[in-house]
């Protein structure tokens, strides 16, 4: 009785499937699908190499805090980092009384004491990264519509994070004349800018760096290029994503050797429980 | 029930004499766990992941309960608590990462315990009911992890759980309704996402309840085997405790060191980048995907792309995504082949490797998007997928010849011995091993 029907849902399932697919392969030849700029102009990121990358990855402090300072001067105009607070600036090797100054160059939200209203005061260790923004519309309104997003978890945020920020910051180019011919409607809009790292090609972020002179790197750092600037800020963004991926790295290593120890003993008592029972 | 060779549990100490006496726990686990359970002596690697399953299932309690010590249960807040939990919670990010690769491999085990009871028969006659308690646990496994993978309230948080609720409202006229009464509202939001932390904590403890019970209707006809020729002497058994400990053991050595990699070098390998980004009721993502030990059951959700007769296409991704699971339960009894292990049934072993490619070919296509050819492979793969059970199976098992299989385990084991055969069940004397 289950069998007989058991089979006849089963050849009820499989007619349907049936038609679904009969109906699809008959679309699918009669009105083919037509190739989008989007699918044919997209590149995928670029390679892009941290040295928080792989299972030893560590941070690179001193490219971390030139990424912080091109956040700071360039990025923080437009982007919040509302999960990062400055006390979180001390795992880059600042020391106390530098996240302290840190902290106190940027102006956050506050309340009058006398008055109870709202102002700004500079900002302590404990509090959090202030937004550029008071609120979306605002963001908007000087956006061309667009929000900036936060980007304190952007490198986790996107396929291929860090890479992705990395071919962003760089991918800006002039629209290929093959895409205009082949897509004269695909043609970038006012406010946009062509970038094909981005899904749908256009962009509503101008290229934000500029080049040398934009940012000024300390003593024995490299020269500030554009290229140079974009692996910085990515790295940084690595950091703000995920703070303690150096030390679940270097948690993960001695787990594993005691791990792998164990199982090693684990086989030899197995081994010597049944070392006279065939099986 | 259990053998009649079985150990007996002899406390020595006094206190346990006391104990035993009083309240007999020890002697249960004895009896369960323990040297009192005899099992047979040939079950292969893949009989270590029943344990495995209940190891995960413990690992998942104790993360979580830490995990719901931190974690604040309201739209506006969720997103930014497990942020905290992974910044600022001391080992914070251990527990939530442990927590998040603690459910993929849990369906790991399960999924590798499922098809090791559907390769070696371990559903057939005497241990349906075995199976069917499998199936329950599977299901709630299932609704645990969707729920808890909406905690988090990013954005494959708010839109998985809308595309799944939103399966109900395919129901005809009461669909919609049911929908709204689930999520206590007309999208998610915080009415959802409470009863949802509110369930995701308690159903663990209902799985936990019914692995008690799976257990429990294990020890009645005894552990199956890869031979799938019961027990028929002392000989073909060793005593759970300390062979299948010990087996045990290592096993949960090797599974750990998997586990631990995953948690500490590629936590977010089998997670999505969206749900890094807050929810967002006003944006949807290109391609809403659940969590991946749903694909297999998502691409044959989306498999149904046309309207069948007067059923509307929705409603029959629907019934045959539900129908998928649930046509386990009826598994016992529509393969009816006396031969339980697939090692001895020659035509069934082909098919059953047709279908472990064919569930991996689903899992595939349900993780991309919705477009062609993924969809026409879907479609093919489901057809097999719903052909297998509920067709090949019962024609399968009628026309079959077995292969010849060996007359009890100790003869699989240790060869064919002439005295084994010839003595009454029960007084096999042990032969050398």
């Known amino acids: 009785m289950v069998r007989i029907f058991g089979i006849l849902a089963g050849l009820f399932f499989v007619a349907a499937l049936s038609w679904s697919l009969a109906t699809g392969a008959y679309t699918a030849i009669t009105e083919p699908a037509s190739p989008t700029a989007e699918h044919e102009f997209y590149k995928h990121p670029k390679h892009l190499a941290l040295a928080s990358d792989g299972v030893f990855g560590k941070f690179d402090n001193q490219q971390i805090q030139r990424g912080f300072q091109v956040y700071k001067e360039v990025c923080a105009a437009c982007h919040s980092l509302r999960l990062v607070a400055f006390r979180d600036l001390t795992q880059l090797g600042y020391n106390e009384a530098e996240v302290k100054a840190i902290a106190a160059s940027f102006q956050v939200p506050g309340v009058d004491p006398n008055t109870g209203e709202a102002n700004t005061r500079p900002g302590l260790a404990i509090d959090y990264f202030p937004k550029p923004y008071p609120n979306d519309i605002a963001a908007r309104a000087a956006n061309n519509n667009a929000i900036p997003p936060d980007l304190s978890l952007m490198a986790k945020a996107r396929h291929d994070g860090a890479a992705y920020v990395y071919s962003l910051l760089t991918g800006y ?4 004349a093959k895409l205009l011919k082949e897509f004269p409607d695909s043609k970038t809009g006012p406010g946009l800018h062509y970038n094909p790292y981005f899904p749908n090609l256009n962009l509503a972020m101008a290229p934000p760096l500029s080049g040398p002179g934009q940012v000024t790197y300390g003593e024995g750092n ?25 030390k679940r790295h270097q948690t993960g290593w001695p787990v594993l050797l005691f791990l792998i120890v164990l199982t090693g003993l684990a086989y030899l008592a197995y081994q010597n429980v049944w070392r006279d029972k065939k099986h | 029930m259990s053998f009649p060779w079985a150990n007996h549990y002899q406390p020595k100490a006094p206190l346990m004499r006391w104990l035993d006496e009083k309240l007999p726990l020890p ?20 009989w270590n992941f029943g344990v495995l399953a209940g190891f995960m299932l413990v690992v998942q309690i104790l993360t979580g309960v830490i995990l719901a010590m931190h974690y604040a249960p309201n739209a506006l807040v969720a997103f930014d608590s497990t942020e905290h939990i992974m910044r600022d919670v001391n080992w914070g990010w251990l527990l939530r990462y442990g927590h998040a690769n603690g459910a993929s491999m849990f369906f790991v085990v399960v999924y590798i315990h499922m098809f090791r009871g559907l390769y070696f028969g371990s559903y057939k006659a005497p241990r349906e009911m075995i199976w069917l308690l499998g199936v329950v646990i599977y299901l709630l496994m299932m609704a645990t992890g969707f729920m808890g993978y909406v905690l988090p309230w990013g954005q494959m948080s708010f839109w998985g759980a809308k595309v799944i609720t939103g399966l109900f409202s395919a129901i005809p006229l009461i669909g919609t309704p049911l929908q709204e009464w ?3 509202g007309f999208a998610p939001d915080n009415a959802a996402l409470n009863r949802f932390f509110s369930l995701h ?11 008690i019970l799976h257990i429990w209707a294990l020890h009645i006809p005894g552990s199956s085997n890869p031979t799938g020729v019961e027990v028929k002497s002392e000989s073909d058994t060793v005593p759970f405790h300390p062979y299948y400990t010990a087996k045990d053991g290592f096993g949960l050595g090797v599974f750990l060191i998997l586990f631990a990699f995953m948690v500490f070098f590629a936590p977010n390998w089998l997670g999505h980048p969206d749900n890094y980004i807050p929810a967002n009721p006003l944006s949807t993502p290109a391609h809403i995907v659940p969590e991946w030990y749903y694909w297999p059951f998502y691409a044959i959700l989306r498999a149904f792309t046309a309207d069948f007769f007067f059923i509307p296409a929705k409603l029959m ?20 082949s006396p031969v339980r292990s697939g090692k001895y049934r020659p035509l069934f072993r082909k098919f059953f490797y047709l279908l472990l490619v064919d569930v991996f070919i689903l899992g595939w296509m349900g993780g991309l998007p919705a477009e062609e050819p993924y969809v026409m492979i879907s479609q093919i793969a489901s057809i097999y997928y719903f052909a297998h059970f509920l067709i090949i199976l019962p024609i399968v098992s009628s026309i079959e010849r077995p292969e010849p299989m060996p007359f009890s385990i100790t003869e699989a ?3 064919k011995d002439d005295k084994a055969v010839l003595a009454p069940p029960g007084s096999a004397p042990a032969p050398a091993a």
């Open chain 2, 413 to 415: 084991v240790l060869g």
């Open chain 2, 317 to 336: 991704g629907v019934m045959a995504m539900f129908g998928a699971i649930l046509l386990l339960f009826f598994l016992p009894w529509l393969d009816t």
């Open chain 2, 201 to 211: 904590f308690l159903l663990p403890f209902v799985i936990a309840a019914v692995i």
């Open chain 2, 182 to 184: 689930l999520l206590g």
């Open chain 2, 27 to 46: 002697r249960f686990v004895y009896n369960a766990v323990g040297a009192g359970y005899p099992v047979p002596r040939n079950l292969n690697y893949f």
């Open chain 1, 173 to 176: 180019q002039a629209q290929p």
């Open chain 1, 222 to 246: 490299p020269q500030p290029t554009v290229d140079q600037m974009a692996k910085d800020v990515s790295a940084f963004l690595v950091w703000t994503a995920e703070p303690k991926l150096a």
